[in-house]
């Protein structure tokens, strides 16, 4: 994290109708005090601090202002097309600094339990930039149908057709003790030409075919969050996750112990608010953060 400098108060923006950037008429968000119960948070990044390759406004001054404030925050994403690395340049491009181990992702976590005691070989299913993560680990070739003690799912987008999916059903299917592992389990997500399947219907797919459940590895299993509260040396509820997924980021986040923040950004619907699932506050954009954390 980077150092604090002090002199900052308030918020990069104002919103019309939320003078203090806090939506106080939301009957559906729980009441928690900033000051007294959030310590560290947990960025989503797509629909949050950006939409495609456009981040969405104020985005850049609110993360300078969690930074310059020294206030423990990693990003947390479910993409698993591009590496930590990628995501940091792809960061850096929009003007947010970053470093690789400042961002989570699936394939990152996926990996590192890999790594650790688990012994046999990996089919992989994720795109080429997110494979830097698994570097160094035993993987099948990318035509196996046999042989793989773990079969990792991730967003393969239009690279999925008929013949890969059924390939990864093979390999399940050829081993009874192949574990299938999901990097994540987000619906869809907002592309730049509209609403696209992510990686959980061609894991529910595998799922439905092998007759197993996924090991999942991203929002909304509780490890993931948990382990981005370890990586900020605190404990779960003195996190707050801001996401656009009422489900994976808000639900996941709250039924792992943290706290959860719903945007009306990115993916955000106003049938999100109809749902059970209750937000611990609602931001209208991340450009709300600074004035609700300063909120007495
Ligand atoms: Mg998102």
Known sequence: MRGSRCGHSGGPHRRPGSADGYNCNMPEAMEIR???AVRGILFDMDGVVYNDDRPIAGALETVEWVQSHGIPHLFLTNTTSKCC????EKLLSLGIRAAETEILTPAAAAAEWLRTAHEGQIALFVRQSARREFAGLPCLPDDAEHGAAY???GDLGDLWDYRTLNRAFRLL???PEARLIALGMTRYWLAADGLSLDVAPFVAALEHASGRDALV???PAARF???GADRLGLHGSAVLMIGDDIDADVGGAQAAGLKGALVRTGKFHPRDLERAIRPDAIFDSIADLPSWWNRP
């Open 34 to 36: 900033p000051s007294q």
């Open 85 to 88: 690395a990628a995501l940091s």
């Open 151 to 153: 079969v990792v799912v």
């Open 173 to 175: 299917h050829s081993n």
């Open 217 to 219: 590895f991203g929002k």
């Open 225 to 227: 969050f948990l382990t």
